[in-house]
C-alpha cells in the first residue's frame, strides 16, 4: 500500500514568514496526526483528526499554527508567522482507529529551517 | 500531564554485543508501542503492548510491558550495524494519544 506522503520535504524562511505543510494519509485511515520532532527529542503531538473532526488540539500553539483536514482525506498545517523556535521536523501520520491504538504510519515529514 | 523517559539516552555497542532500552511512566498506561527512527528518517512501527507482563518477540528484538503497566522495555541481542537508529516508546492513558517518549539513540561499532 501506499504510504503517507508529505510535502515539502525541505522549507526554509525566514521568521514572521507564512508556511504551510500538506499531507495525504494511507487511503481509509481514519485518524490523521501532525507531529513536531525538534533535533535529538520525540515526537510532540501538534493536533489529532478523526476524519475531518479535531479530537486533541491542547498542545497546538493556536496563536500561529492551525489546521485542516476538509473532506476527512488530506490535511494542511500552516505557522503565521513563524519563530526561530518553530523549525523542526514536522510529521504527519496516519492510522486506521486512533481510539483503538494501532501503530502510526509516518511520513517523511518536511524539515523547516527559520531563520 | 503524562510524561514518559527513556533511558538510557545514547548507547554504543560492539557489533554483536546486546542493547537494552527501558521506557517509564509517571502514570499507569492503557498500552505502549515502539518505534525506530533511523537517522535522517521518520519513526517505523515496530509493536504494540497491551496486557500486564506481555512479552513480545520479533526475530532478535524483545518487548516487554511491566507488570503494573508503568514501564516497558526493548532488548536486542546480538546487535547488528542495521540495527542503529533511535527507539522510542509511546504510552498512553485512556485517551486517544500517544506520548513519545525521549528516545534511546543506539549505535553500533563494526
Known amino acids: 500500500e501506499a504510504g503517507v506522503a508529505q510535502s515539502p520535504r525541505y522549507k526554509i524562511i525566514e521568521k514572521r514568514q507564512s508556511v504551510a505543510f500538506w499531507c495525504n494519509p494511507i487511503?481509509?485511515?481514519?485518524?490523521l496526526y501532525w507531529y513536531q520532532q525538534i533535533l535529538g527529542q520525540g515526537p510532540k503531538l501538534l493536533i489529532q483528526?478523526?476524519?475531518?473532526?479535531?479530537?486533541?488540539d491542547s498542545q497546538l500553539p493556536k496563536d500561529r499554527f492551525s489546521a485542516e483536514r476538509l473532506k476527512g482525506v488530506d490535511s494542511t498545517l500552516k505557522i503565521q508567522p513563524a519563530k526561530l523556535e518553530d523549525s523542526a521536523v514536522y510529521l504527519c501520520?496516519?492510522?486506521?482507529?486512533?481510539?483503538?491504538?494501532?501503530?502510526?504510519?509516518f511520513g517523511s515529514g518536511t524539515r523547516l529551517t527559520v531563520v | 500531564g503524562q510524561q514518559v523517559m527513556q533511558i538510557p539516552q545514547y548507547q554504543h555497542v560492539q557489533e554483536g554485543e546486546d542493547f537494552t532500552t527501558y521506557c517509564n511512566s509517571s502514570?499507569?498506561?492503557?498500552?505502549i508501542q515502539w518505534y525506530k527512527q533511523r537517522p535522517g528518517g521518520h519513526p517505523v512501527f515496530l509493536i504494540q503492548?497491551?496486557?500486564?507482563?506481555e512479552v513480545k518477540k520479533q526475530k532478535r528484538l524483545t518487548f516487554q510491558f511491566g507488570e503494573a503497566k508503568k514501564n516497558s522495555s526493548l532488548h536486542i541481542t546480538a546487535t547488528q550495524t542495521t540495527d542503529v537508529g533511535t527507539y522510542f516508546c509511546?504510552?498512553?492513558?485512556?485517551?486517544?494519544?500517544?506520548?513519545f517518549g525521549t528516545g534511546t539513540s543506539l549505535t553500533v561499532i563494526p
Open positions: 501520520a496516519s492510522s486506521l482507529d486512533g481510539a483503538t491504538g494501532y501503530g502510526y504510519t
Open positions: 487511503s481509509g485511515h481514519a485518524t
Open positions: 483528526f478523526q476524519n475531518n473532526g479535531v479530537v486533541d
Open positions: 502514570t499507569t498506561l492503557s498500552n
Open positions: 503492548l497491551v496486557k500486564s507482563g
Open positions: 509511546a504510552g498512553r492513558e485512556t485517551g486517544n494519544q500517544f506520548y
